[in-house]
């Protein structure tokens, strides 16, 4: 399955560890990205790609 290159905003409950996109279990990869007040802090799917950002900044 093939993600879109789109970065989906979500909410944190107690864990998230499970992809919403594939349903990969077993979490995720981090990326940076470059933003205005200093880093984006990017969840990516080590399994089909999908971006997600959850509010983590740097």
Do not use: N
Not at 29 to 45: K, M, Q, T
């Amino acid at each position: 399955m093939k993600a879109s290159r789109d970065i989906v905003k979500v909410g944190l409950a107690e864990e998230f560890r499970i992809c919403p996109q594939c349903g990969y279990e077993l979490g995720f990869h981090s990326s940076f990205l470059r933003a205005v007040e200093g880093y984006r802090i990017i969840l990516i799917c080590p399994e089909c790609g999908a971006r997600y950002d959850v509010g983590w900044r740097m």
